[in-house]
């Protein structure tokens, strides 16, 4: 029995789609019957009726524990969270069923987790660009105020230099340094 409840079976079903065996050519009679027949149209009933779409707790907690990530980290037991995260996203209760080692799910009911996961990474991606974005601009802002700054800096020592440039005492000083400069540089050599 462990060998059969590790296993997935899968089976395949040969239809022959005519009795001439010409391509192309499709006996819709021939087909029904061999479904019928085969147990194939009473399997997809039962499908339908019952849960046909299972997963593993882990694989379940690893794809949806997006919907509801608080109630997934606060909760140990994976059973009791995989029940958490399926009450928050508002699903009737009837549409799946815990298991021991699985949650099954009715037909349709994993396209519609899978559009609420896709809802909330999109509002996910949506919150990480815009604070990407906005990263960006104020980077870019700072390094405008820093040269914004940088360029008042030059101005306002251009400004002084220009107005120191025709000022007397500063002529004076300006001829003097030079002639301090020779008279250390003599000192030094002694």
Same mark, same amino acid.
């Given at each position: 029995m462990t060998t059969l409840k590790s296993t997935q079976?899968?089976?395949v079903r040969c239809i022959i789609p005519n009795e001439l065996k010409q391509p192309g050519v499709i006996d819709s009679h021939l087909v029904m019957h061999q479904l019928t027949c085969n147990g194939v149209l009473e399997g997809i009933r039962i499908c339908r009726k019952g849960f046909p779409n299972r997963m593993n707790y882990p /694989?379940?907690?690893?794809?949806?524990?997006? !919907? %509801?990530?608080a109630a997934v980290d606060r909760e140990s037991d994976i059973l009791k969270a995989a029940g958490l995260v399926l $009450? =928050?996203?508002?699903? /009737?209760? /009837?549409?799946?069923? !815990?298991?021991?080692?699985?949650?099954?799910?009715?037909?349709?009911? +994993?396209?519609q987790l899978e559009e609420l996961r896709d809802d909330r990474l999109s509002k996910i991606i949506g919150w990480m660009q815009a604070?990407?974005?906005?990263?960006? *601009?104020?980077? $870019?802002?700072?390094? +405008?105020? $820093?040269?914004? !700054?940088?360029l008042q800096v030059v101005?306002? %020592? !251009?400004?002084?230099? +220009?107005? +120191?440039?025709?000022?007397p005492w500063w002529k004076m000083? =300006?001829? *003097?340094k030079p002639l301090l400069n020779?008279? %250390?540089v003599e000192e030094e050599m002694r």
């Open positions: 079976p899968h089976f /694989d379940f907690k690893l794809r949806y524990k997006i !919907l %509801n990530p $009450e =928050s996203t508002g699903l /009737d209760p /009837d549409m799946y069923r !815990l298991g021991h080692t699985k949650v099954f799910f009715r037909a349709g009911v +994993l396209g604070f990407m974005r906005g990263y960006l *601009v104020r980077k $870019e802002y700072k390094k +405008l105020q $820093e040269q914004r !700054l940088a101005q306002r %020592n !251009l400004r002084r230099y +220009l107005q +120191l440039r025709t000022w000083w =300006s001829r *003097v020779v008279a %250390n």
